[in-house]
């Protein structure tokens, strides 16, 4: 049974910087995401990484603020957040199985870990 652990989420004031990380356990680790969801909205996709890494994708809004990025080798998913605004805030999911912005392509999910920026 494939299993995905995020950490690394907290308070930070906007401008600040947090790196989530995401560990995969139990399974192949596969092309992975990132998607978050603020109070009263729908997740929405953030970024998405082939399994070699050498292909990424982000959402516009987080484009050259945040960077996605994996250790083969630690089955470690990572989600480098810079510059960070109070619209960032939100619940941040990491999700295995698809290279892709839409949600119901990823096989398993991660319970989420909580970022709150503040203003």
């Known amino acids: 049974q494939v299993r995905l652990v995020e950490s690394g989420g907290g308070l930070v004031q906007a401008g600040g910087s947090l790196r989530l990380s995401c560990v995969v356990s139990?399974?192949?680790?596969?092309?992975m995401g990132w998607f978050r969801q603020a109070p009263g909205k729908e997740r929405q996709f953030v970024a998405s990484?082939?399994?070699?890494?050498?292909?990424?994708s982000y959402t516009e809004s987080v484009k050259g603020r945040f960077t996605i990025s994996r250790d083969n080798a630690k089955n470690t998913l990572y989600l480098q957040m810079n510059n960070l605004k109070s619209e960032d805030t939100a619940v941040y999911y990491c999700?295995?199985?698809?290279?892709?912005?839409?949600?119901?392509?990823?096989?398993?999910w991660g319970q989420g870990t909580q970022v709150t920026v503040s203003s």
């Open positions: 999700a295995a199985g698809a290279f892709s912005t839409a949600e119901h392509l990823y096989e398993d």
């Open positions: 139990g399974g192949t680790f596969k092309n």
């Open positions: 990484i082939s399994w070699s890494g050498m292909t990424t």
